[in-house]
């Protein structure tokens, strides 16, 4: 009977009333999932043309090719910041021609910074093909490494992060984060030439900073030693600096946790507190104990 | 030559007169995967209304809003589990009707478990907001915390798994499994207030009991230490009590092994044996070895 | 204004330049994601019948629908090889014709191959079956286990890898890797009744090979030891020989490592050099500290 | 240059200030096309069940399919009809909530039509069945007669049209007149049992009122002697009485035109006053010259 | 309230015990629209292979692409047929098996016809290039000509309905007719190099038979005199014989009105009775009042 | 058998070899159907701002919303125009790069006419609302009038044949024809204030020339005398002065025919040859024979 079902509505909308917090209703609508992987996937194409085009990309019509993928993406992401604003300010009395203009000025900003994205991109291609033996090229990097369509997009949501806008860099990042299994939390401060290699696993804090030419391998956990709410403001997570390697499954801990440069970290180690530059830091070897499986040792 | 294609044809058929097993050619359908995962869609747009709609959710039209979205996954959940039960019962003599009326008291027995259901993923997303010092909002929670979903999925496909519904509980998770990394068999049973962080890699097995007021980082394996089949039916994995937090790589196994209440594990730490309760639990600080790379020590 | 959008695109069409290997605006098109993605559901349709249907798959037309499923696959995969070739010939002077013929040459070897990959498949299935207490039949295997799909995924990925055929198997592989965690590079060689299970965060390298009857869980690494692009061209991965269990979070490392028949690897070992058949290797118990929280040990 | 676009941008948008009337910038959302497709398309599916199907309709699971599809259409009609009267009322000032209730209201008494429009959907088949030599069966007169689905939705159209909801009905109308070539206004009043054959050009005028059992043919226009804008009020098309046949071509035209009971208009015939009942209409026979080609008669 | 929608479905659902016809709840399914619209969509691109293409059709890929079409057409349209028969028969006691080898059959031979209706699809794409003035190169013709596209799809549709296949052909040739207004009856018999032009509101009847060279215009209706069901099975439309042109809104009527060769109807002309050949026919010219609209004639 | 399938694949390939024109396997690509009927949907929305977006169209972002739409039609323009152009010169030895520059221009030298373009849409929008007793507002006649978005269109397909492009404006038109029933061709020259009413069957040929205010039914014939192929260049079709109105069936033949301006033709007048301005034409009244059905006249 579809009474039941009707029994069933009532009484999910009586929980309505009793329960802020998982309910949309009212107000501005949230910046939305699907536009904002829309945003993503035009933005890639826009940074590395031509890979993900069926259709041969011909010189000639290259500046239309861009400037509409750009002025598409502005117009989406211009709604989607707007909409994130609101909820920003939606205790304040902002106007809403207010917020449209300074998502406008914000859009204008993030997307002036995609040259230097490129310019990124490039030298973390060039990371990776430089430090996986199994690289045969750029296009296989483009088309294959999960790693670099992580930082590519972490550069991207790091800079709407650093303009204070809310809810859509941490979307776009765990948009990354379900396909890749890499989850960078969009504050995270990472210089040129960085390299994930396999990347299942990896988790990199909000106040992590990385330097330049820093590999890091899957199940790297750069993180935090306190998860006490009333330090989220301060610096929570490691400090890697220039030329340092972390090889799969070490954890780094801290928000002091600094590690000089040049330094290689060996896999599953676990570091919670600063090691000096040019070091070589593995766990004691051998640390397993091997039987004959059939008594015999 | 399509000739060949012909030759190549002929030859994967000879295959499946001999290969029971992986053919699924006679008898009912199989649930289907998309249903499964739009299912899945329609009820998570159910417990969190308004985060996943395009347009604003009027208050006005809710009732209808929330009574067409259950009507249509009731509608399609009678045919999957109709599809299931079929399956389940194919060697015996059961008729078609006695299992669709089966289906359909087992798919309002589920659909009523919702507001219950609801109740939890507040409780949920508060967890997460008060565990994860990096979480600014309710809306952030659950606009991109991949633990959240994976926990509210669990617990729809836990209430199917009671039921003794084969297939689809597991493609449920599994579904999660995909989409967040996060493996949790639905026989596993969780309390209230579960906080997953980051989540990647972590695996709770089917006999899994889990309090209230968890908290569990990525990597986290909750197993079994057997992995005899004719131990299938006993619990083959841990306990862990109430308040209890286990930080990323840690690893308890054993259907006998508990986790006493209040306790914190360590990150990496290896379990297979019981913890007292308001423990402190974690590996051997500075067990690595630390060398200059260019030959000082 | 649109005027702005017009600078930041000259500017960013600029960038084209000087920065050759991310763009790809010239000469042949690449192979396309989506199109790969297509023929790995279609093949995947075909080793696995009646499982990805709507429809019940009658007997009596089954001809065709293998067929059909086939000559599909057969035509894109032609094309998608063909772009392959050409761009690895890009420097020679081959002709269009030359590479179609090769194309469709190395198509055809390829899909003759596709009954052992059934014949695996089922060896596959068999061997999670028997692997997990939790599995209940095949058909949850087949419909459930992501660790089935990736090693099914790889053993088509090989065969093109085999063939020499770049790119294409790289992004089928990394398809499943994104889709389920496990990285399986498409060089490694991999044994009949190979079971991985949860799979979340396995990376097997190039140059791995893996016999009969091998267990792996989640985690597990089979990795290389020296990443020096000069050593691309040697075993740079370990062999894992027949009967081989190896738990979760387990790191095996090294060309020349092997792990002889019958061994059992415990979780989060980490091995760097060879271990004897018949061996049970694992972590020292207890190298944990356990206090209590409030003070008192 | 994008420049030009811009330019282009600017001139189109300079054509927004003088231009009134066909932009649609402020002010609430008009009725969407797609969203009153969809309507039509379920609520033919309530009228017509299993036809529309791919899969089986099971008896069993009849009142879930049946309220599903009526909750569906509900909730969509609502918020169309909402729609339709905030654009009727944009110059009083309702409140939106007031609206609201309206639209709910209206929405409702509207469904409560459908099962009177399943019972003249019957008659209207019976009729085509009835009609048509060529017709073999009800389910070809369903599956693929024009006439058929134009009058039905011209039924549900009707009644909206009755409740004076703007826009919707024609919108509807239109969606069928593109379909099939008819072009009926939703404002006139047609009886039971009536069947348009083939159909292309047919045009039923607003103020037409049409019996029971009337026939009509491909290319019959029931339209207005006048097209004055001031006598949009009066009623300007015809009265077609009970078991009326008109054939291919025929045109009747003027609000007192009526043509009796039992009447036969036949092809082509051009008729602007009224026919008494039990007439037979006719052109003259032979009118046409004929002569032979070459230049004998 | 929901409750009031209940109330509508169980009005609707008791609408379904009294009235038998235009439910289609038990029994085997009806052939699919859609999938009827995929298979003509299909034959069309072999028909005129590589006009619906994106990309180029290479001749060396030219076999697998054709392949392909048909043996995804054949499993389509067996499937289709099989419901179609199984539907025919559905008071007798044919076994499923039995149907299927029908259709198996059946769509065999349809798809040997396929390489006939190339060839009249050339002579008909001459007549059109050869009949209207402005049509400038046969590409025009064929991506631009509704009336070729209704010709061809009939020509396919004709064979089924000369097999006795019951409800498809009529499908076919309905979807024709809306998207182009061209009614052709599947039963129609329509010789070599039929040009039929603007087409819209052309109806042809299903006992129709039409020589070759024969060109039509728009309106054109080729109809019955009587429209009595008891002579359904006699010839009750015309017969058009070799290199007849009809002008547009020409209206032949009648089983035994035969058009002799080389005659010319004039638009409008009204005709019963056969016509002998080499005729022209034409309305009386001037028949028209012609006055001054302000009073002067 | 696929065997059959093969065999009937060659024999189709065989007919390639014969017959030229109907293949289009070599050379460079067609413009695309589903190109340029996106291309009209956006230029539509372009045109008539606010009508077919689901979403409020907000004035602050007017100038992306219109700049995007016109880049986005810009780009695909330019593509399926740079095919049209290869297309018309690939007998001679044009560049590539030449034709793309022409389409670049060409597309630019179009998208200028747009602003005209709106001026005269918004003239045809208000001519409907004079002219149809039945149009309620300019929002119905946007939203519910095929005859406004057939001469929208065709405005547009006319600017391109203009400018000799070949295929693409019949293309556009062809698809407003079977949308709306109404064949206009490319070439014909319409003025302001255009207006059809129903428009089913509605014929106006390549070389028509109709003035200002001109009101046209459903089921005129704007043709031609002869269908001479040799005629092809010369003015084959009527013109209509300002201000003439001319009724449903009426046929206007021949390219020195001229209708007067103000005046008004009768439904289902033929003319061949011209009227004078000021005129008032019809048929002479009650031509039709009229009896009692039942033998009493």
Known sequence: MIKEIDQITQDIIKTFKVKEGINHLSGPNLPSRQSIINIITTLESIIFPGFQENEILEEEFLSYNIGEKLLRSCQSLMAEISKSIRYRNQENSNEQSQNDEEASQLTFDFLKTLTTIRDMALKDVNAALKGDPAARSREEVILSYPG??????????????????PLIPRMMNEHLHRKTGIDI????????????????????????????????????????????????????????????????????????????QNTVIGGNVWITSSIPKDSLVYNRPAEYILKNRYGQQ
């Open 148 to 165: 670099l369509e992580a930082i590519t997009v972490h550069r991207m949501a790091h800079e709407l992060y650093k303009m204070n806008i």
């Open 185 to 260: 939390h969009p504050g995270a401060q990472i210089g040129e030439s960085f390299f994930i290699d396999h990347g299942t696993g990896v988790v990199i804090g909000e106040t992590t900073v990385i330097g330049c030419n820093v590999k890091v391998y899957q199940g790297v956990t750069l993180g935090a030693l306190s998860v006490k709410k009333e330090e989220a403001n301060i610096k929570r997570h490691p400090t890697i600096e220039d030329n340092v390697t972390i090889y799969s499954g070490a954890t780094i801990l801290g928000g002091t946790t600094s590690i000089g």
